[in-house]
């Protein structure tokens, strides 16, 4: 009478986990950069409503000395959130989320809301289509 395990029968067993393993981690590193980018937007959307809370009791979107308002305190550990200097005067803005560290490789790249809520994002120069879902 035989126990145990025979070679045979553990390496199918590795190889079995092993297609699993190769299945499963990029669908979960895809899931992870998924959540990350959903924070960022909200973080985003979040700035936008500060800025217009802003505009409503200043009649303007940029702060004192022309400049603009400073959203800094909306950034997330993955999106850098920031109100380019050419894309904001008193009546506009656009804020652009920036990936950094882990999430810098997402396809969907820098993510950008308008004042009158136009959401894009664009990658290497080019428009990336189904980023903000």
Avoid: H
Wanted: charged share 20%.
């Amino acid at each position: 009478m035989q126990k145990g395990f025979s070679l045979i029968e553990l390496m199918i067993t590795v190889a079995i986990i092993g297609i699993i393993a190769a299945i499963a981690y990029p669908s979960y590193t895809d899931y992870v950069q998924q959540a990350r980018r959903a924070d960022g937007q909200g973080a985003m959307l979040e700035a936008a409503q500060w800025m217009e809370r802003q505009f409503t009791v200043d009649g303007t979107y940029l702060n004192d000395d022309d400049d603009p308002r400073d959203v800094s305190a909306y950034n997330t550990e993955f999106y850098t959130i920031t109100v380019p200097e050419a894309t904001a005067s008193a009546t506009t803005y656009t804020i652009q989320g920036a990936p950094t560290g882990a999430q810098a490789s997402d396809d969907c790249g820098t993510l950008s809301v308008t004042n009158i809520g136009v959401k894009s994002a664009v990658k290497g120069g080019a428009a990336v289509a189904d980023c903000w879902d």
